[in-house]
């Protein structure tokens, strides 16, 4: 009886060994696979054969990336045939793209994670090194357009946190076609006068929270495309940078619209614009539906509050045109600070789509110590609490 008492628990101290074994995580470091953290020997195809071992992984998997810089060229991390729906990026050190612009500028993308569930990325430092593309740019020189640093595509249930992404060529970080994304504790930066660089870019995807981050960039701190439905951003530094920006929208005629946005709690420091809506003026079918801007500081910020529904870069394509966007239930609640022009409230909405169902609450904004002007054309809405400048609407 003793005997078969014995083996019994000893098949089960067996099988809890067995089960454990096979649901502990595994981890694949870059330097025990080959790669040098020297900044100049390409370890492109050890991160790569990192992901083949962490996909190919029955239990959760970590690719380790240790102190150091890592030479990486483009990287496509494709999750289509993982059977892993944990697997943790984990950075101590810094990824360094080719100092020559041309190795990834005709990529599109420096690193690309496309149809992966449950991959986190966390810490750690990417260096676009973009800054000989941006004077390639600026000096109207034939460039190529450049790479986004790291792009999530077609995936789900991804964590971006304590990320720093340094000038990028193009994009920082793009979210595309994504459900469930989390960003948080994310650290942007690239100069003032850097094109295209903007910091992050959400479209065509819904569920993404971007928290607790500090964007410092040349073109808009976070970008808001076609598609975008419930998405939530709190706690944002901006500036320098364009703002936070719901578009620009209605750039072909068939577009998904942007839906149940929530921005709060954000600073924007000598920004070009605050919180902007913009789009094409030009027939579309694409909208924006319930917008909340809400607690927001401006310091020396050039636009504030800005609906612009007449973009139209170089007046081609669009010139006389009216926006088909439709712009509706967009709140504006506790902003407050200063503007760099006089006008810090300006709604140009399209002449056959008016905006609709504008609501200001509780608005302070000056210009040099002067109650700052507004500005309405084919707006509609209301004003409460306490309001300046004075709505035009």
């Known amino acids: ?104 500028g005709k990529d599109g993308n420096w690193l690309i994670f496309e149809a992966v569930n449950g991959v986190s990325v966390l810490g750690g430092t990417l260096d676009g090194q973009g800054t000989s593309l941006w004077s390639c740019k600026r000096s109207g020189k034939s460039c190529p357009s450049g790479a986004t640093s790291l792009e999530f595509s077609n995936s789900k249930n991804v964590v971006i946190s304590g990320l720093t992404s340094l000038n990028s060529q193009m994009f920082h970080i793009v979210i595309n076609s994504c459900q469930n994304v989390k960003v948080q504790g994310v650290k942007v930066s690239a100069s003032s006068d850097s094109p295209n660089t903007d910091g992050i870019h959400v479209e065509q995807s819904s569920g993404v929270t971007i928290m607790s981050s500090t964007i410092k960039t040349g073109d808009d701190c976070i970008s808001i495309g076609p598609g975008a439905t419930n998405l939530w951003i709190e706690n944002i530094a901006c500036g320098p940078g364009h703002g936070i920006s719901i578009g620009s929208l209605g750039k072909d005629l068939q577009e998904p619209g942007v839906q149940n946005v929530t921005v709060k709690t954000v600073t924007f420091t000598g920004t070009q614009n605050g919180v902007r809506i913009k789009s094409w003026g030009r027939p579309s079918r694409g909208f924006v539906k319930g917008a909340l801007f809400q607690h927001c500081v401006m310091v020396n910020v ?22 088909g966007v439709k ?67």
């Open 1 to 104: 009886m003793v005997k078969h008492i014995n083996h019994i628990v000893l098949s089960l101290i067996l099988f809890t060994f067995m089960y454990l074994s096979s649901s502990a995580s595994v981890t694949y470091d870059v330097v025990s696979l080959g790669a040098k953290a020297d900044g100049q020997t390409d370890s492109t195809q050890f991160f790569l054969s990192a992901w083949t071992s962490a996909c190919g992984s029955a239990s959760p998997a970590t690719i380790y990336v240790p102190q150091g810089r890592f030479l990486v060229k483009s990287a496509h991390f494709n999750g289509g045939h993982c059977k892993n729906n944990a697997i943790t990026v984990r950075i101590d050190g810094t990824l360094v793209a080719p100092s020559d612009y041309n190795i990834i």
């Open 327 to 393: 712009i509706s239930d967009v709140t504006y609640q506790d902003i407050h600070g200063t503007s760099a022009t006089e006008v810090a409230v300006k709604f140009d909405c399209s002449s056959k789509n008016p905006c609709s169902g504008i609501v200001l609450e509780d608005v302070k904004l000056t210009y040099q110590d002067k109650a700052a002007e507004s500005s309405c054309a084919n707006a509609d809405g209301s004003a409460s609490g306490f309001v300046i400048p004075s709505s035009c609407l």
């Open 302 to 323: 050039q636009n504030p509050i800005v609906i612009d529904q007449n973009y139209c870069p170089g007046e081609e394509h669009c010139p006389d045109q009216a926006s």
